[in-house]
């Protein structure tokens, strides 16, 4: 493993042996996309090579802010891991456009949950964003994981339809505050959560932010980023303050007949720029 994992290292300047086919080769579709970024994943945990060269060697923009630029950063981490350690199973995975998106479940440095966005570049992987939060040691209010729930893309027609839709609800409900308009976007008070610590349907949202108010926690979203989707999957990345430090909120939700009918997220606090292991910024 360890072997393997120094490779990795070397292959911001060539591909390695074994992955020299997939560095030639051009995706001819979303399912091959979505494939390479399932496999890069896993890669973690197996220390294979092979995917590797699904990046571009000589370009790979790296927003995670505790990782270096490029492969060479990406090398570093993966030398760091204590061997055997990793441990990665990708849930749901998603493509719109040049970009792929995937919700994760990671045993790296400790348990976590993400979200990854990649980006293709004729054919290439060349940059990289995520958002990642501890696994909580339990379930949420009404029992569920952050993970659990349907996994594949449905109403692929409806597409741009439904990223207009929940673009719109973060866009009135978090970042300016519009509750007027909250019931619109739902079915009445049905609504499937995945958040560890709010319950199911709108009351069970309305609750937790009446305790975290109590509690003098403040959460503010201040802009969005990225919005992405695929059929009734949507991806919204957006930046915000959270128990008032610099955070990242990455919330994935899926519509059914236009409406919001479930929500997953993840929300990481963004760390000082002098601690940054790169300058290209979470975003």
Known sequence: MKNTLLKL??????????ALAAC??????????KTQVTALLKAIETGETAP?????PNK????????????????????????GSAKVKTVRVFRDGDSVFAHTEYNFFGPKIGFD?????????VEHWD??????????????SMTDGPTEATDLDKTAENK???????EDILVNGRMEKLAGYFDGNNYIQHNPQIGDKLSGLGAALQTMAKQGITLKYERIHQVLGEGNFVLVASEGTFAGKPSAFFDL??????????????IEAIPAKEDWKNSNGKF
């Open 131 to 144: 958002n990642l939060q501890e696994t909580p040691k339990h379930l949420n209010p009404s029992g569920r």
């Open 117 to 125: 966005i990649f980006r293709f570049e004729n054919g290439k992987i």
């Open 164 to 170: 207009k839709r929940v673009r719109a609800f973060v």
């Open 60 to 83: 790979y923009i790296q927003h995670n802010l505790a990782v270096g630029d490029g492969l060479a950063g990406f090398g570093a981490v993966l030398k760091a891991l204590p061997e």
């Open 24 to 33: 030639n080769t051009t995706p001819a579709d979303s399912n091959t996309q």
């Open 52 to 56: 590797v060269g699904y990046i571009n």
């Open 253 to 266: 939700f899926r519509v059914e007949n236009g409406k919001i009918a479930e929500h997953w997220d993840t």
């Open 9 to 18: 290292g070397k292959i911001s300047l060539t591909c390695a042996a074994t």
